[in-house]
C-alpha cells in the first residue's frame, strides 16, 4: 500500500481535520496535494503549512483551487499522479433549514471524488472521512446501555428526515447526510468491484477535540456566532482569541471546560476522539492492507465534562478551574446510572494498530495551547 514519497490529494484540507492530515502526510514524507473552494483559502493554508513546516523541501505541497467541488469532473485534473486520497469536504454544521442543504454536498462531493478516482488507475486507495452519526441513533434515548460497532447504520436518522423533512433536528439532518454520502460510496464500491484501481476505506470520528495548533478560525472582521456564512468566510492563520475559533467542537470545549463566565453545564455523558488520533486513522488506511474495504470507529473516550474537571484537578493544573467546576471525589465514569451509548474501538486497535490519546493527555496539551496563547489567565490563580 503507500508509503513515502507517494502522492495523496486531500480535500476539505482547510478544515480542522484537514489541516491534521495535511500536517501529519508532510511530516512523515508524503507529497500532498491540498484542495480548497477559493484562491484567497489556498494562499492562507500555503502560508499556514510553511510556517508550521519551514524546511518542507520544495515541491512537496501544493494547494489547488477546486470552486465547485459538487459539479462534475470536478477532480479529474488533479488525480492523475495521485497514489491516495483523503476526503473530508463536508458542512459540519447543525443549523441548515433544508435537508438537501446537507445532502447534496455531502452525497455529490463525495461520489465526485470516488468518480474522479476511478477513472485513475494510478489511485490505489480512498479514505472518506465519515461520522459516528452515521452509525448511531444519538437523539433517540436509548432503553439500555448500547455499544455501537461499525456493522450498523443510522438509518433511523434517514428515516426521521424523510417523515419529517425541514423541521427534523439539525443533527438528524447532518447524520443522514452521512448516511446517504457513505451509503452511496460503498454502493459504487460494490456495484464497480473488480473495474476499481482503489480500495475504499471510511473513517468515523465522533466528537472530535484536541490541540489548536493547526487550527483556522473565522475570518477576524465576522467573530460572531457559527452560522453557515462564517463558515464560508476566508481562513486566516490560528485562532487569536476563543472568539476566533471557527470548529463546533473546540467551541464546545472552550466553553464547556475554560469559559469565564462558565457555560451551563452539559451533564449527560459523550465520547471523543483526539483530533491527532483521527489524523494517525486516516493515514494507517491509506498505508495498511487491512484497511482494505473497511469502516472504522474513532470514538474512544467516554467521558462527563466532571471527568475533565477532575483530571485537571488531579494533574495539577489550572488551580482556577478547580474554583468554578469543583472536582468530586470519584469519576463519573462507567457510573451512570441511566442508559448510555458507547463505541467500540477494538477493531482500530487490532487492524489498525491504533493506541488512543486518552482525556488526560487531550486536556494537558490544549491546556499548554492555550496557556501559550494567553487565553487562560483567568484559570491561572
Known amino acids: 500500500m503507500l508509503s513515502p514519497p507517494d502522492k495523496v490529494f486531500v480535500t476539505g484540507a482547510n478544515g480542522y481535520i484537514g489541516c491534521w492530515i495535511v500536517h501529519e502526510l508532510l511530516d512523515k514524507g508524503y507529497f500532498v496535494r491540498a484542495a480548497v473552494r477559493t484562491d484567497e483559502k489556498a494562499r492562507t493554508l500555503s502560508s499556514l503549512i510553511t510556517s508550521k513546516h519551514p524546511a518542507l523541501p520544495p515541491g512537496s505541497f501544493e494547494c489547488v483551487v477546486v470552486p465547485e467541488m459538487l459539479t462534475d469532473g470536478a477532480f479529474d485534473n488533479f488525480l492523475g499522479d495521485i497514489q491516495g486520497v483523503i476526503h473530508t469536504a463536508t458542512p459540519v454544521t447543525f443549523d441548515l433549514e433544508d435537508p438537501e442543504d446537507y445532502n447534496v454536498p455531502a452525497v455529490n462531493g463525495t461520489m465526485g471524488i470516488i468518480k474522479a478516482a476511478a477513472k485513475h488507475k494510478n489511485v490505489k486507495r480512498v479514505v472518506v472521512t465519515s461520522s459516528?452519526?452515521?452509525?448511531?441513533?444519538?437523539?433517540?434515548?436509548?432503553?439500555?446501555?448500547?455499544?455501537?460497532?461499525?456493522?450498523?447504520?443510522n438509518d433511523y436518522a434517514v428515516e426521521t428526515v424523510s417523515r419529517l423533512g425541514k423541521a427534523a433536528p439539525g443533527f438528524e439532518k447532518y447524520s443522514a447526510s452521512k448516511v446517504l454520502s457513505e451509503k452511496a460510496a460503498w454502493e459504487f464500491c460494490q456495484e464497480n468491484?473488480?473495474?476499481?484501481?482503489?480500495?475504499?476505506?471510511?473513517?468515523?470520528?465522533?466528537?472530535?477535540?484536541?490541540?489548536?495548533?493547526?487550527?483556522?478560525?473565522?475570518?477576524?472582521?465576522?467573530?460572531?456566532?457559527?452560522?453557515?456564512?462564517?463558515?464560508?468566510?476566508?481562513?486566516?492563520?490560528?485562532?487569536?482569541?476563543?472568539?476566533?475559533?471557527?470548529?463546533?467542537?473546540?467551541?464546545?470545549?472552550?466553553?464547556?471546560?475554560?469559559?469565564?463566565?462558565?457555560?451551563?453545564?452539559?451533564?449527560?455523558?459523550?465520547?471523543?476522539?483526539?483530533?491527532?488520533?483521527?489524523a494517525e486513522m486516516h493515514i494507517r488506511a491509506l498505508e495498511m492492507e487491512a484497511a482494505a474495504g473497511e469502516r472504522f470507529l474513532a470514538n474512544p473516550n467516554l467521558c462527563t465534562w466532571q471527568d475533565w474537571y477532575n483530571a485537571a484537578h488531579a494533574m495539577g493544573i489550572l488551580p482556577g478551574l478547580s474554583k468554578i467546576h469543583p472536582p468530586t471525589t470519584t469519576s463519573t465514569e462507567g457510573k451512570a446510572s441511566y442508559p448510555r451509548l458507547e463505541y467500540s474501538s477494538e477493531k482500530a486497535k487490532k487492524k489498525l494498530g491504533m493506541v488512543f490519546r486518552p482525556l488526560e493527555v487531550t486536556l494537558r496539551d490544549m491546556v499548554d495551547d492555550f496557556r501559550k496563547r494567553g487565553w487562560l489567565e483567568h484559570l491561572e490563580v
Open 132 to 153: 459516528t452519526g452515521a452509525i448511531a441513533e444519538t437523539l433517540r434515548a436509548p432503553e439500555e446501555t448500547r455499544i455501537y460497532t461499525e456493522d450498523e447504520w
Open 193 to 278: 468491484k473488480g473495474r476499481l484501481s482503489f480500495e475504499l476505506c471510511t473513517i468515523l470520528p465522533g466528537w472530535v477535540f484536541g490541540v489548536n495548533t493547526l487550527l483556522p478560525s473565522f475570518s477576524p472582521h465576522a467573530p460572531g456566532p457559527l452560522t453557515q456564512n462564517s463558515l464560508s468566510q476566508p481562513l486566516p492563520d490560528d485562532p487569536k482569541s476563543p472568539a476566533d475559533i471557527s470548529t463546533v467542537s473546540a467551541r464546545v470545549v472552550w466553553g464547556q471546560a475554560f469559559a469565564m463566565p462558565p457555560a451551563e453545564p452539559f451533564l449527560v455523558d459523550f465520547s471523543f476522539v483526539d483530533v491527532r488520533d483521527v
